[in-house]
């Protein structure tokens, strides 16, 4: 996708896409503004030349004389308009307004402008132009210690490196060597500016790369480091690769060549890339296959009596016990795994179900019925992706008890009345509230037998936190609340939280599965759930 120029729309699904936000970036994540470049210079000539069409059937009846105004009008309605939508999106849509063209083409319209505008901006008094080139590095200085990660952006705050950088280009026409411009046009800084697009290409790699094999994360000084390094492989690549080829004759003489050039390249690396997935080898383990996991665990009885059926319960943990003591001494990973390592994202995705687990910016409940869907006996699975999570599972009980299942989950919307914020949008989650008002009607109106409910307890995004006051007392009323609609209600206790990606550690450490497993004391929270236990009795729950 970085070859054909349209990686920037994958970053950007990407970022709303609950099961990816986890993890770790792209080494190739920086390739957006190249892809965002491609396609304003596909749309940049059409632009113009239906411009100047305009403009030469206009003077030919007028017998007006040439002019770029009208390109500039057309350039400042473009501007206005991908600005406004960025506005709107960087709300709305952040991840798209970051990374897709329609939001960012205002940047590169104003550069436009600034060109076709070099006539007026060179007639600038210079000490005028001066103040306005220093005033741009200052507004562009302040956008670099000003603005962080969470900044809404691109929005308002793009005006600061955008304005400032037109100033500093436009104040450039005029007094070239006066102002900011004596300073950028040292030696020292022009070099700079040769590498800069080669450096550009290298030092989000290795800054990405750097943590992970120094084995912790980058100090100021390592930092710089890696800055540096990545400013020599920039020298290299333009020395050795850039240049030879942007200067080298043939093409240079003949911009037919260059484009069979260019259409070469893009077309081999497209090639290479469906190769690599096609025939790279993924390492899913490196240890012989483990024992396959056995047991005589049956359907749950029916007809006996309690105490057979808390035995039959004893025996199916006791085995699952003994399975996973068996495997807790296993360092390497076993090269059996179900589902292998390869498969872990494809496994992840099925906890969407169809839609039914509902997205960041989804809201309503489309109808997820499994297991006897006509069955007089309906069991609501509710809640955020730890709920689907439980799913599969659910559905082996409904098909054994002839239950109708439907699975009622929304990303990162815990259920509760607690204010929460949207994790795209770093707004107030909106569409939760509405969802889980939704939610609660339907569940008034349906009447389920049982209703079992599950959260991740892990939740960053929340203003109250896990096995708090707040959190603890918002739970009971969420139970009462369920309660009410005359169902049996069962909490279900938290997921370990590992503070990883397990597949993504475990593919890292293959032969060091220990690395991916953090203490019990860590990972579950035995107070916590002594207090849920208690805060879902107090409602009415189990």
């Known amino acids: 996708m970085k070859s054909l120029y349209v990686g920037n729309y994958r970053f950007a699904l990407q970022r709303v896409d609950y099961f990816a936000a986890d993890r770790a970036p792209s080494p190739f994540q920086h390739y ?45 309605l473009v501007a206005a308009a991908s600005f406004a939508a960025s506005l709107v999106a960087t709300r709305t849509a952040p991840s798209m307004a970051f990374f897709s063209l329609p939001t960012r083409a205002w940047e590169l319209a104003l550069g436009g402008l600034v060109a076709l505008t070099a006539t007026q901006w060179r007639r600038l008094p210079p000490l005028a132009a001066a103040a306005m080139g220093w005033a741009g590095l200052l507004v562009i200085l302040v956008a670099c210690n000003r603005l962080g990660p969470t900044t809404p952006y691109p929005g308002t705050a ?24 004596r300073v950028l046009a040292v030696a020292p800084m022009r070099a700079i500016g040769r590498l800069s697009y080669s450096w550009y ?123 996973v003591a068996a495997s807790a001494d296993l360092d390497d990973v076993p090269s059996n795994l179900d589902p292998p390592l390869a498969n872990a994202a494809a496994e992840v995705q099925k906890l969407r179900f169809n839609g039914c687990m509902r997205n960041y910016t989804e809201v309503g409940q489309p109808d997820c019925a499994m297991g006897d869907t006509a069955s007089s006996t309906t069991v609501a699975l509710i809640g955020d ?8 599972g659910f559905q082996q009980l409904a098909a054994q008890r002839h239950w109708r299942l439907e699975l009622l989950a929304k990303s990162s919307c815990p259920l509760l009345d607690i204010p929460t914020i949207n994790p795209v949008g770093q707004r107030a989650y909106t569409e939760c509230d509405q969802w889980r008002a939704e939610i609660m009607a339907r569940l008034q109106n349906e ?39 005359g169902a049996n209600v069962l ?52």
């Open 32 to 76: 957006w503004s190249l892809g965002v470049e491609e396609q304003f210079y596909l749309v940049w000539p059409a632009l113009i030349i239906a411009t100047a069409w305009l403009m030469r059937r206009a003077r030919r009846s007028s017998h007006a004389a040439p002019s770029t105004a009208p390109c500039v009008l057309v350039l400042t």
């Open 158 to 181: 793009a005006l600061l490196p955008v304005l400032g950088t037109a100033l500093v280009i436009g104040a450039g026409c005029a007094t070239p060597v006066l102002g900011c411009g």
């Open 201 to 323: 290409l290298w030092h989000w790699p290795v800054l990405l790369l750097a943590p992970a094999l120094l084995g912790h994360p980058l100090g100021l000084a390592e930092r710089l480091a890696a800055a540096a390094v990545s400013g020599g492989l920039a020298v290299l690549t333009v020395r050795l690769i850039e240049n030879p080829i942007r200067f080298a004759a043939p093409l240079r003489r003949s911009p037919l060549r260059s484009l069979a050039v260019g259409g070469v390249a893009t077309a081999v690396a497209v090639c290479a890339g469906i190769v690599l997935l096609i025939v790279v080898h993924v390492s899913v383990g490196r240890s012989q296959a483990t024992q396959a996991l056995t047991g005589t665990v049956g359907p749950p009885l029916v007809g006996g009596t309690i105490d057979q059926y808390r035995a039959a319960i004893r025996s199916a943990y006791e085995q699952v016990h003994a399975a």
């Open 385 to 392: 992706s730890n709920a689907a999570m439980w799913t599969a």
């Open 447 to 485: 009447h389920p037998k049982l209703i079992a409910y599950s959260v991740r307890r892990g939740y960053r995004f929340s203003t109250v936190k896990p096995y708090t006051a707040a959190w603890l007392a918002s739970m009971t009323r969420l139970v009462r609340q369920l309660r009410g609609t």
């Open 491 to 542: 909490v279900l206790g938290p997921i370990p939280d590992q503070q990883s990606q397990v597949p993504s550690c475990l593919a890292e450490h293959l032969s060091d599965t220990s690395t991916c497993s953090g203490e019990r004391s860590a990972v579950v929270s035995e107070t916590g759930i002594a207090a849920e236990t208690a805060a879902a009795g107090a409602g009415g729950g189990h």
